[in-house]
T-cell receptor, first 115, second 111 residues
């Protein structure tokens, strides 16, 4: 069974631009969560989508947004990029979402560099 | 803030058991304890989870204290490939995932 895939794997942007990252969950998984990982802040939760609805949200500014499609694939968008947005962006999928016994499976991440 | 506290780093000799502790004194009755690990620049990998009973799988064992305020992840025969950051997490949020990661424990397995 294929794992979580994320595209692109690497991305370089300049300040002020916007970026869209994509995540394809494991087949049958309906919950997709996004995380940002930086050396200074560690792994931080961005948001979670389940059945095309945002169900949980972390403490990030409105420049960070996401959506989920009917096939459970998800995208996240960052507008007006800042240098501090340089990070590894990780996507994780889960079978049902919300049930404590369902583990999350992480993708390899997208490494975003903002110049 | 993360609901768990872990040592910043630990060393372990190759072939020996690695015992990684985690404190989660404010855990709620319906929250599970999960362990993940992250090898440099890769996505975190699920290891094991439990509620109150000890658990074992092909990767590790999880020992949860009776009061559920702490747990220990045991890698029975550590190898060099087990060098990674290990995260202990308790699941937060109702009806959805809002996983809060702490800083984790950096485990160095030495030959």
């Amino acid at each position: 069974k294929a794992g979580v895939t994320q595209t692109p794997r690497y991305l370089i942007k300049t300040r002020g631009q916007q970026v869209t990252l994509s995540c394809s969950p494991i087949s049958g998984h309906r919950s997709v969560s996004w995380y940002q990982q930086t050396p200074g802040q560690g792994l931080q939760f961005l948001f979670e989508y389940f059945s095309e609805t945002q169900r949980n949200k972390g403490n990030f500014p409105g420049r960070f947004s996401g959506r989920q499609f009917s096939n459970s694939r998800s995208e996240m968008n960052v507008s007006t990029l800042e240098l501090g947005d340089s990070a590894l962006y990780l996507c994780a999928s889960s079978l049902a979402g919300g049930n404590s016994y369902n583990e999350q499976f992480f993708g390899p991440g997208t490494r975003l560099t903002v110049l | 803030d993360a609901k768990t506290t872990q040592p910043t780093s630990m060393d372990c000799a190759e072939g020996r058991a690695a015992n990684l502790p985690c404190n989660h004194s404010t855990i709620s009755g319906n929250e599970y304890v999960y362990w993940y690990r992250q090898i440099h620049s890769q996505g975190p990998q699920y290891i094991i989870h439990g509620l109150k009973n000890n658990e074992t799988n092909e990767m590790a064992s999880l020992i949860i204290t009776e009061d559920r305020k702490s747990s220990t992840l045991i890698l029975p025969h550590a190898t060099l490939r087990d060098t990674a950051v290990y995260y202990c997490i308790v699941r937060v949020g109702d009806g959805g995932f809002k996983t809060i990661f702490g800083a984790g424990t950096r485990l160095f397995v030495k030959a």
